[in-house]
C-alpha cells in the first residue's frame, strides 16, 4: 500500500527557533511536494523534488531516496510561518501522473 | 499569471439548491483538478480534466457534477448537496496530467457550507 507518514503532528516553536518537518513513504516515488496551508486558505506550493536539496529564502527541502524520507526545515522561524505544512508525493505505481498522496499534515505554530 | 483564482470564496446553500463553484488559470495548464478537503484532512481529488476532458473521478456522487468549458476554466455544479458535503473545495492546475514532474497550483479555495 501506497503510504506516507508525517511527524510530527503538531510542533510549537519559539520565533527564530529552527524547525524540521519529517516526511516517510513506504515505495520508491516519482516526486515528493511539500505544501503550505495558512488556517482556512488555499495551499501553496513550496518545493517539488524528486532528488538531493532545494532552498527558497528560509525554506530547505531535502530528500533521501535510499531512506525513503524527506524533510523540510525552516530556519530563523518567524509568526508568520505557523500554517499546516504537507507533504504529498506520486507514486509511479499510479497509472496517472496527476495523482498525489498526501500526508496528514504537520501544524506549525510559531510564538513571537 | 502564476494564479488559480476561485469563485465564490464563500458559499452557503440549502440541499435544494443548484449552485456552482468557478475555477480559472491563465498558465497555459492542460490539467485542472477538483479536490474536496474537510477540517484538519489533506485533500481528497474528486476530478481530473486533461486537455478538457474528464480523465479522473474518484467515485464522486452526482451530485457533484463537473465541467470544463475551456481550456483556462473549470466549474463544479452543486444540486441536492447534504451537510456532510461542507467542506473547502480546491481548484488545482498543472502543466499537464500525465507528466511526472509537474507541478500543481492551487487555488485559495471554496469555503462550502451546506444547510
Known amino acids: 500500500k501506497n503510504e506516507v507518514e508525517q511527524s510530527p503532528q503538531n510542533l510549537t516553536a519559539q520565533e527564530g527557533e529552527f524547525i524540521t518537518i519529517n516526511c516517510s513513504y513506504s515505495?520508491?516515488?516519482?516526486?515528493l511536494h511539500w505544501l503550505q496551508q495558512h488556517p482556512g486558505g488555499g495551499i501553496v506550493s513550496l518545493f517539488m523534488?524528486?532528488?538531493g536539496k532545494k532552498k527558497h529564502g528560509r525554506l530547505i527541502a531535502t530528500i533521501n531516496i535510499q531512506e525513503k524520507h524527506s524533510s523540510l526545515h525552516i530556519t530563523a522561524s518567524h509568526p508568520r510561518d505557523s500554517a499546516v505544512y504537507i507533504c504529498a508525493v506520486r507514486f509511479p505505481q499510479e497509472t496517472s501522473g496527476s495523482r498525489l498522496t498526501f500526508g496528514e499534515g504537520t501544524q506549525l505554530t510559531v510564538n513571537p | 499569471d502564476t494564479e488559480v483564482t476561485q469563485t465564490p470564496k464563500h458559499l452557503v446553500m440549502g440541499m435544494t439548491n443548484k449552485k456552482s463553484l468557478k475555477c480559472e488559470q491563465h498558465m497555459g495548464h492542460r490539467a485542472m483538478y477538483w479536490y474536496k478537503q474537510k477540517a484538519k484532512k489533506p485533500p481528497e481529488l474528486m476530478f481530473v480534466y486533461s486537455y478538457e476532458k474528464l480523465s479522473i473521478n474518484e467515485s464522486v456522487p452526482s451530485r457533484f457534477s463537473p465541467e470544463c468549458p475551456n481550456s483556462s476554466l473549470l466549474n463544479l455544479h452543486l444540486h441536492a448537496l447534504q451537510p456532510e458535503d461542507s467542506a473547502l473545495y480546491l481548484c488545482?492546475?498543472?502543466?499537464?496530467?500525465?507528466?511526472?514532474?509537474?507541478?500543481?497550483?492551487f487555488g485559495p479555495g471554496t469555503r462550502l457550507t451546506v444547510l
Open positions: 523534488l524528486s532528488s
Open positions: 488545482a492546475s498543472s502543466q499537464d496530467a500525465a507528466g511526472w514532474y509537474n507541478e500543481q497550483f
Open positions: 515505495v520508491g516515488i516519482s516526486a
